[in-house]
């Protein structure tokens, strides 16, 4: 298995307080994203970091900044948790351009928020 | 419209089927195709990865991209209950700042 670690696992918070979940990798790969998963939406994407400082927004970015200042680690903060945003969060890693392109995913963390 | 269009299902199948699963898409600066399989609480894993058009095989699994239909396929020969998951189609084009992309995913059913 690739070498991806989330955590928490699972959280449950208070709505208005800011949360931050945790992706490590120990892969050395480039890119790096985070992506909710919820019932009738598949997997949609955040944030994507290509890089360490080089970071985007995906299509749901709204109410999440991101962070990634070493290549191994990649946060995630909801700034002030809503209802809304009570989730399964996955982190993605990718080689591309290092000579590879699949994604390997983490173990989810299961977010709810109260 | 979405960049990536997958049926939701749910399909039902009996063991021993064999199973179509489809995307389309839109954009065709995309060129890596990959099916990932996701079992009920479980991050996904990938499955099946291609680059070009044409068929892929990897034991029961068949992938298959048409680039000038925009066109996507997963063959599953033989299904087995054990094959009862999501599926999902996901796509990426190369480049600084690359999205890898997600259909929304087919519940599979392989009933006894």
């Known amino acids: 298995d690739a070498g991806i670690t989330q955590s928490p696992r699972h959280k449950v918070t208070e709505t208005g307080t800011p949360v931050t979940l945790r992706c490590h990798q120990t892969?050395?790969?480039?890119?790096m994203y985070w992506y909710r998963q919820d019932p009738g939406h598949g997997l949609r994407l955040i944030h994507y970091?290509?890089?360490?400082?080089?970071?985007d927004k995906g299509e749901v970015s709204d109410g999440y900044s991101v962070s990634r200042s070493k290549t191994e680690d990649f946060l995630l903060t909801l700034e002030s948790a809503t209802s809304s945003q009570t989730s399964v969060y996955f982190c993605?890693?990718?080689?591309?351009?290092?000579?590879?392109?699949?994604?390997?995913f983490g173990q989810g963390t299961r977010l709810t928020v109260v | 419209q979405k960049e990536v269009e997958q049926d939701p299902g749910p399909l039902s199948v009996p063991e021993g089927a064999i199973v179509s699963l489809n995307c389309t898409y839109s954009?065709?600066?995309?060129?890596?195709f990959m099916w990932y399989r996701q079992y009920s609480r479980k991050g996904p894993e990938l499955l099946m990865y291609?680059?070009?058009?044409g068929n892929k095989e990897d034991g029961r699994f068949t992938a298959q991209v048409d680039k000038s239909s925009k066109y996507i396929s997963l063959f599953i020969r033989d299904s087995q209950p054990s094959d009862s998951a999501t599926y999902l189609c996901?796509?990426?084009?190369?480049?600084?700042?690359?999205?890898?992309?997600f259909g929304t995913g087919t519940r599979l059913q392989v009933t006894l």
């Open positions: 993605a890693i990718s080689a591309l351009g290092q000579g590879g392109t699949e994604a390997f």
């Open positions: 892969e050395n790969h480039r890119y």
């Open positions: 970091s290509y890089g360490v400082k080089d970071t």
């Open positions: 954009n065709s600066a995309f060129q890596y």
């Open positions: 291609t680059y070009s058009s």
């Open positions: 996901a796509m990426i084009y190369t480049g600084t700042a690359s999205k890898l992309t």
